[in-house]
């Protein structure tokens, strides 16, 4: 079974507002990517929380379906909510998707797309929106131990995945949502589903 893992324990210092909570049509950001995830056929994703805004959102979003993971010291970087989202993964997990809570627009029909990769055998896979890779990253279990060993400050996946290149599978969708994140309200405000507002990979 492969599970993911959404990171929401970033300090927002940029958006001013808990960035998980940001709403997207009304509904908070983490609820959206926990919803798709689950469209995707992922019953039981793991969230990466930060202090000291998981009270916060464990109070607005219902997360008792989820395995909710505490990052008390976000401050040190991605790379730690990584680690501790990859050391909460059930021993039969047969490897994992990862998720940034800051990338809301992912369409299900983009987390199912890389699932198929993983099915067909592929052990590093990402969705590629024209020419920019995107989120969320498919991890093979054989690759997890590697990743784990290789993360640091606020760098989470891409410095592993630059070093095996080889192993890497793309998979072209058209989805510019899975290279979209929301830093600022201005991003939010910008966002009209098209190649125009695709801004990060």
Request: charged share 25%; glycine share 8%.
């Amino acid at each position: 079974m492969t599970e993911a893992i959404v990171l929401a324990a970033g300090l927002a210092t940029r958006m001013g507002v808990v960035k998980p909570l940001t709403p997207i049509e009304g509904e908070p950001a983490l609820e959206v990517i926990v919803r798709r995830i689950r469209e995707a056929g992922i019953a039981r994703p793991i969230v990466v929380l930060g202090s000291p805004s998981a009270a916060q959102i464990k109070e607005a979003i219902d997360l008792r379906e989820c395995v909710v993971v505490d990052n008390d010291v976000p401050e040190v970087g991605m790379s730690h909510s990584l680690r501790l989202g990859l050391d909460a993964l059930p021993d039969a997990a047969d490897g994992v998707l990862v998720f940034h809570a800051d990338m809301p627009f992912v369409q299900a029909k983009t987390i199912r797309a890389v699932l198929r990769a993983a099915d067909r055998g592929a052990v590093i896979a990402a969705p590629l929106f024209g020419n920019r890779r995107g989120f969320p990253v498919f991890f093979h279990r054989v690759h997890i131990r590697g990743l784990r060993e290789t993360l640091s400050g606020d760098v989470g996946g891409r410095t592993y995945i630059e070093g095996r290149r080889k192993d890497l599978t793309t998979v072209a969708v058209d989805d510019p949502g899975c290279v979209y994140d929301v830093d600022r309200p201005s991003d939010l405000a910008e966002w009209k589903g098209d190649r125009a507002c695709a801004i990060s990979a």
